[in-house]
């Protein structure tokens, strides 16, 4: 399975943007890029996810390199309850199935 | 709309035990999965069902764990006898088809001792 790679940690103040990167170079042309992401003592919650284009849904938007082996998903405005651990997940063919979770990125957002 | 409906959320054993976890998914909702989570750690897949038949269960340690999914609506995970490496958060997941984002439940945190 095309394993993702995320840094640790970030923070960002509250009201900001927040672009969280993810490296993917291994890649296969069916892969999907998922973003889920899991707030304290909660199970995971989808977030987001795209193929080749650029994707924006009413949590945050998805930017996708041409080449495909990075993205970066884009939390336009953080707010205090957007504190959370992102994952970023390849799975083949868009399912849902097997979604291979890494440690993820620990968000801190600071008032 | 109701979300995925896990029991109980906390549990606590001793280690040789029998548990049992319950998961009452999303009203039709053909695809239900459960996870594992180790504390620090991301969740990993242990088994996943397509109505009432399983997708994958690769990595279901099955000398100790077993799930169904009677009818295609509810399931269980038992684990028995349980270790003490078994401690972690148990997550049902479910999602309308397998392509689709899969809605999970708050889980429930076992503790072996």
């Known amino acids: 399975d095309a394993k993702t790679t995320q840094p640790n940690s970030m923070e960002s103040n509250e009201e900001e943007p927040v672009h969280l990167p993810c490296n993917h170079s291994?890649?296969?042309?069916?892969?999907?890029i998922h973003w889920y992401r899991q707030l304290p003592s909660q199970g995971p919650e989808y977030v987001i996810h795209g193929l080749t284009s650029n994707v924006n849904n009413r949590m945050a938007s998805l930017a996708i390199a041409e080449d495909r082996k990075s993205s970066t998903l884009i939390l336009h405005r953080a707010t205090l309850r957007d504190a959370a651990v992102y994952y970023c997940?390849?799975?083949?063919?868009?399912?849902?199935?097997?979604?291979?979770f890494g440690k993820g990125t620990k968000l801190s957002v600071k008032p | 709309e109701a979300g995925v409906a896990q029991s109980p959320r906390y549990k606590i054993i001793e280690k040789r035990q029998s548990v049992a976890f319950w998961c009452n998914p999303i009203?039709?909702?053909?695809?239900l999965y459960w996870y594992q989570q180790i504390l620090g750690q991301g969740p990993k897949l242990l088994i996943q069902f397509q109505n009432n038949g399983v997708v994958d269960d690769s990595q279901l340690p099955k000398d100790r764990f077993s799930a169904e999914r009677l009818k295609g609506v509810d399931s269980t995970l038992k684990i028995q006898p349980a270790k003490l490496e078994d401690s972690a958060v148990y997550l049902c997941?479910?999602?309308?088809?397998?392509?689709?984002?899969?809605?999970f439940g708050q889980g429930t945190r076992l503790t072996v001792v």
């Open positions: 009203s039709g909702h053909a695809t």
């Open positions: 997940i390849l799975s083949y063919g868009g399912s849902q199935g097997n979604l291979i």
């Open positions: 291994t890649i296969s042309g069916t892969d999907y």
């Open positions: 997941a479910s999602s309308p088809r397998a392509d689709t984002e899969a809605f």
